[in-house]
């Protein structure tokens, strides 16, 4: 208290305190209106919102992290030198501390074991998740043609959001736990491709299950064609089928070549499958997101989809299956690592199949909310630590009705939105007060640093004077 007042006697003190109990208000309040109830298509949407600015807010401390913590090292010592006070010492290193456990707390927040209840009824036994590498939203509506002519068989939604940071492994393991990468632990490429973006971002062996393990428990097949053969080795476990591909058209084949021969397997178990087109975001990188070849690469990709739809209308599995479509992050110029993350963070979405809705567009969405939809679906458990909302409105209301009588869909879809809504305030809150801790604490370092320095220079300017005149 006695510290207070001696700020405020300053006026300058006074502004600065200000502005600084403005920022956090505005923190407080800003975010909290988007997670009101409104209708579904908007919550969809302020959902997609809040996780993109989730995803700036781990931007911003990635940028800012090694100049705060070189300020904060400077700054005290400064203090120190000029004032020689071993307190002021101590009152700043409790408060780097108290930032550190706050920056790890979501990185070692426990996860809770795995239930497995018994299955519910599936709304379908077959799922299929194709990832298109690298695919900005607007391109993906403007050249996938072949999913645009069938656009009027899907419920699809113009832009989801990918997660931070805006790369190929942390998002695919996104979609298969629907867990942001802060907890799921694979923030960054393999340790062989160094897309580490700053101190906190690491390849990490995922530390949770994901739904291609928990389809295996309740004796779902699965398999994965991708093209990291790093990501084939942490996704799904030893009973999943992988096969590293080496080019979209191989990946496309190779799985509806393994559906052709396993047909009746499958067609018993059920399947969950996840198909990577890659060369999206490879002719990305070469070309730019404003080219001709990848918009080329992307309506190659749409055609590869209808190659899929095409074989499991000849096998007659039109009735139980579902394709989703979508990428795992969007494109900006030749890149989409260190870019800021809502121009690369839209990416798009369309799904089919008889459970799902025609002709129907959502609000938003998140890849993390892939793997709880999915999981209704085939009417298994999302994985725990999975944060992700699933997708209901996708779902024809009558249909799942004639097969799960109970459920209400209408009502249970806003009570998910409204639930995934706060989860994602809270953590905005968490990543949102971070930030602004530590930019404000390097100001008030640099400016006491100058407040002390003038004080100092004024006192030797006073020695000066009395020994001059003495
Ligand atoms: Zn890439």
């Known amino acids: 208290m006695e510290f207070l007042k001696v700020i405020l006697r300053n006026k300058r003190n006074k502004i600065i305190l200000g502005l600084l109990v403005v920022s956090y208000s505005m923190l407080l309040v800003l975010p909290f209106l988007q997670t009101l109830r409104t209708n579904p298509f908007v919550m969809e949407s302020n959902l997609s919102s809040l996780d993109a600015l989730r995803?700036?807010?781990?931007?911003?401390?990635?940028?800012?992290?090694?100049?705060?913590?070189?300020?904060?090292?400077?700054?005290?010592?400064?203090?120190?030198?000029?004032?020689?006070?071993?307190?002021?010492?101590?009152?700043?290193?409790?408060?780097?501390?108290?930032?550190?456990?706050?920056?790890?707390?979501?990185?070692?927040?426990?996860?809770?074991?795995?239930?497995?209840?018994?299955?519910?009824?599936?709304?379908?036994?077959?799922?299929?998740?194709?990832?298109?590498?690298?695919?900005?939203?607007?391109?993906?509506?403007?050249?996938?043609?072949?999913?645009?002519?069938?656009?009027?068989?899907?419920?699809?939604?113009?832009?989801?959001?990918?997660?931070?940071?805006?790369?190929?492994?942390?998002?695919?393991?996104?979609?298969?736990?629907?867990?942001?990468?802060?907890?799921?632990?694979?923030?960054?490429?393999?340790?062989?491709?160094?897309?580490?973006?700053?101190?906190?971002?690491?390849?990490?062996?995922?530390?949770?299950?994901?739904?291609?393990?928990?389809?295996?428990?309740?004796?779902?097949?699965?398999?994965?064609?991708?093209?990291?053969?790093?990501?084939?080795?942490?996704?799904?476990?030893?009973?999943?089928?992988k096969k590293a591909v080496s080019d979209s058209n191989d990946s496309m084949t190779s799985a509806i070549n393994y559906i052709k021969a396993h047909a009746t397997e499958i067609d018993s178990k059920g399947f969950l499958a996840m198909i990577h087109l890659v060369d999206s975001d490879t002719t990305g990188h070469a070309f730019g997101s404003n080219s001709l070849q990848y918009a080329a690469q992307i309506k190659k990709q749409a055609d590869l989809v209808g190659d899929l739809y095409s074989t499991i209308i000849d096998l007659g599995w039109e009735n139980d299956s579902i394709i989703i479509v979508t990428a795992d992050h969007g494109f900006y110029g030749f890149k989409h690592l260190n870019v800021w993350p809502p121009l690369v963070a839209d990416i798009p979405l369309w799904m089919w199949g008889k459970p799902i809705r025609k002709n129907f567009q959502l609000g938003g969405g998140r890849l993390v909310d892939i793997t709880p939809t999915v999981a209704f679906i085939l009417g298994i458990p999302t994985p725990s630590g999975s944060i992700g909302v699933p997708l209901l409105r996708a779902l024809d209301e009558d249909f799942v009705k004639s097969i799960r009588e109970d459920v209400n869909l209408s009502d249970l879809a806003i009570e998910k939105l409204s639930e995934g809504l706060f989860r994602t305030y809270l953590d905005i809150l968490l990543w949102g007060f971070i930030d602004l801790s530590m930019l404000w604490s390097a100001f008030i370092l640099v400016y006491s640093n100058l407040l002390l320095i003038k004080e100092v220079s004024r006192k030797s300017r006073e020695l000066r004077i009395r020994t001059e005149k003495g």
């Open 55 to 241: 995803s700036i807010l781990l931007f911003v401390l990635d940028s800012i992290l090694t100049l705060t913590l070189t300020v904060w090292v400077f700054g005290i010592l400064g203090v120190i030198f000029l004032k020689r006070r071993l307190t002021v010492l101590k009152r700043m290193l409790g408060m780097s501390v108290l930032f550190m456990t706050l920056l790890s707390t979501t990185l070692i927040a426990p996860i809770g074991a795995q239930e497995n209840p018994e299955r519910e009824l599936p709304l379908a036994k077959k799922v299929f998740i194709i990832t298109f590498d690298g695919t900005r939203a607007d391109v993906f509506w403007e050249h996938a043609t072949w999913i645009i002519n069938h656009k009027n068989e899907s419920t699809w939604a113009y832009r989801i959001v990918c997660e931070y940071p805006t790369v190929t492994y942390p998002n695919h393991e996104s979609i298969a736990t629907g867990a942001w990468p802060q907890i799921h632990g694979v923030e960054a490429n393999s340790q062989w491709i160094s897309t580490a973006t700053s101190l906190l971002r690491k390849f990490r062996q995922p530390r949770m299950d994901d739904i291609f393990d928990i389809a295996d428990t309740y004796g779902i097949m699965t398999a994965l064609f991708l093209a990291p053969p790093v990501l084939l080795g942490i996704m799904g476990n030893s009973h999943t089928y």
